[in-house]
């Protein structure tokens, strides 16, 4: 079993790595010597961090928090597979051997520009493919992805248990599906140290893999239970972080709440309702130096609340480069990712109306081939009004933030969003469903804090009515400045969010070690 090679790694490590230890707090690791150190140790294990990798707000995430807990004093490793093998100048830290249906990998370092250490996974015959690390480029998951994330799982675990000589982390953070397996593989591992929190960003991916995975996995066969990974005769990832992690967190208050009913709870609901004691909303920052219009290299002309008049010169930017006219009508966007999640049908809808009204809109984005070709349809068929471009392009995501006047966010379910943030710091009113993280980032016009319009329905006639108060307050300039200075204001950074973070690993480290029996 794979489990008694990971014991035969932590024999070769220090031991004295165990314990390093937390202010006012003393415990004995079998060892004479007792070191103490203020630090938290934690390993922030994921499948996609920015710059290195990115198809989603998961990727500036997995760089924005970590960066902020750094900021709070915490020892931070970012922990993420190497999916091409030039990512930047690496430092091989260490190597763990083949084991079972495992490959053998070496861990380098690199760093992210905030200073933050990034421990890569390579292991090119895994990651370093052609195509999203999820998927080959024709859309098809890779067909070994229970392998392949189940390895970035186990090494975080290893890890726990000393596989990177000298460093013990006191807390994994694991996120999203691809890491959920590393709070299993740490439950069956009694010897370590370790607490885990589990962080779900989208309920809606959740790693299901047939049955005879847990074996190929080297997970103990009692672990394929209704109370462990086991749904409905598959494994799920995403349910083995849910189930054994110690604290589960999710990217907002609201959606925290929303996932414990069968609507949004996407078969999960039972078990979350019943892990409701160790499951917190707290609501994702954004990273306020990359998405600063004062400063942000990637658009036309810089800006801030006092010098609103400049944005002016991004939206002529952006209709240049959509192809539309310099005109002062205004302009409405929409950046993401083209899925039915997102609300693009509706848009869709509602876009022979937009067009017959005095506005622009330019769309950028990617993915359900179906909505791909509705949209460029459109674009012929109004090519004064709308624009679409096919494609991720994350400068052009900063123009276009600079230059709208309005961004469409009217997604069905949306655990926190990014893009509704972006805007609010770049004076562009958005224009949301009150769902999720939209609903805990987004204060409706109509209240003093007002920096955007929120509407509740599921439907494309809702969003349509949105979008028609939305284009009424733009026509009084006074009342418009205040929302988007409303929206500037507002502090999205990662401070508080990052010192709530810090709190559950303190408590869950603090319960962990509590358990621990003294040597
Ligand atoms: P998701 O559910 O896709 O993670 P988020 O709003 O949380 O949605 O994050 C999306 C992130 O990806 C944002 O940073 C957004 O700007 C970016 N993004 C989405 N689509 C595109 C695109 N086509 N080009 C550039 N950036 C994009």
């Known amino acids: 079993m794979q489990f008694i090679r990971v014991n035969r790694i932590i024999s070769s490590v220090s031991y004295a790595s165990h314990c390093h230890l937390y202010t006012g707090a003393v415990y004995a690791c079998g060892v004479p010597a007792l070191m103490i150190s203020p630090t938290l140790r934690l390993i922030f294990a994921t499948s996609e961090c920015a710059p290195f990798s990115k198809t989603g707000g998961l990727a500036d995430v997995s760089a924005a928090l970590p960066a902020a807990l750094r900021r709070l004093g915490v020892d931070v490793r970012i922990l993420v597979p190497a999916y091409s093998s030039g990512d930047a100048p690496m430092r091989v830290i ?3 051997p083949a084991s079972g249906s495992f490959p053998a990998l070496s861990i ?7 200073g933050v250490p990034v421990w890569l996974l390579v292991c090119p015959e895994f990651y370093a493919r052609n195509g999203s690390p999820y998927q080959s480029p024709a859309g098809t998951d890779w067909p070994d992805n229970a392998i392949r994330f189940g390895l970035l799982s186990r090494v975080a675990a290893l890890i726990a248990n000393g596989a990177v000589p000298g460093w013990i982390p006191d807390v994994i953070h694991c996120n999203d599906w691809p890491t959920g397996t590393a709070a299993a593989y740490l439950h069956y591992m009694p010897e370590a140290h370790t607490a885990s929190i589990f962080t779900i960003h989208n309920l809606a991916f959740q790693g299901l893999f047939p049955a005879p995975s847990v074996a190929a996995l080297g997970l103990p066969a009692d672990s394929f239970s209704i109370d462990g990974l086991e749904y409905y005769g598959q494994l799920s990832f995403l349910k083995a972080g849910i189930s054994y992690a110690d604290a589960i967190t999710t990217v907002s208050p609201t959606y925290a709440g929303e996932i414990q009913g069968e609507s949004l709870g996407a078969g999960l609901h039972g078990l979350l309702h019943y892990r409701r004691q160790a499951l917190t909303g707290i609501l994702n920052g954004i990273d306020t130096v990359a998405w600063n219009p004062a ?3 990637h658009i036309a002309m810089n800006y801030g609340a006092a010098t609103l008049a400049d944005k002016m010169h991004n939206k002529r930017a952006v209709q240049s480069r959509a192809g539309l006219q310099h005109s002062h009508q205004p302009l409405l966007a929409v950046i993401s990712r083209l899925t039915e999640q997102k609300g693009i049908d509706w848009i869709i809808e509602i876009a022979p109306a937009l067009a017959a009204r005095s506005l622009q809109l330019v769309v950028l984005g990617s993915g359900d081939a179906r909505y791909e070709n509705e949209l ?10 709308i624009a679409v471009t096919l494609g991720f392009d994350e400068p052009y995501a900063h123009l276009i933030e600079a230059g709208a006047d309005i961004f469409l966010m009217p997604s069905r379910f949306e655990p926190c969003g990014m893009n509704q943030m972006y805007s609010q710091r770049y004076g ?13 980032s987004v204060d409706d016009a109509a209240t003093p804090s007002g920096a955007g319009f929120l509407f509740y329905e599921a439907s494309a006639a809702a969003l349509l ?4 108060r939305a ?3 733009y026509r009084d300039r006074t009342a418009w400045r205040r929302l988007q200075v409303n929206g500037m204001r507002r502090d999205f950074g990662w401070n508080a969010s990052a010192a709530r ?3 559950i690993y303190r408590r869950i480290t603090a319960n962990r070690k509590s358990l621990t029996p003294i040597a």
């Open 94 to 96: 260490a190597t763990v």
């Open 501 to 503: 973070y810090l709190e």
């Open 465 to 468: 009515a949105a979008v028609e």
């Open 295 to 297: 400063s942000d290299p």
């Open 108 to 114: 380098a370092e690199a760093k992210l520009p905030s």
């Open 428 to 440: 562009t009113v958005p224009i949301v469903r009150a769902t999720g993280g939209l609903a805990d």
């Open 376 to 385: 460029k349809a459109l674009a012929e068929a109004y090519p004064l009004s």
């Open 471 to 473: 284009l009424l307050a």
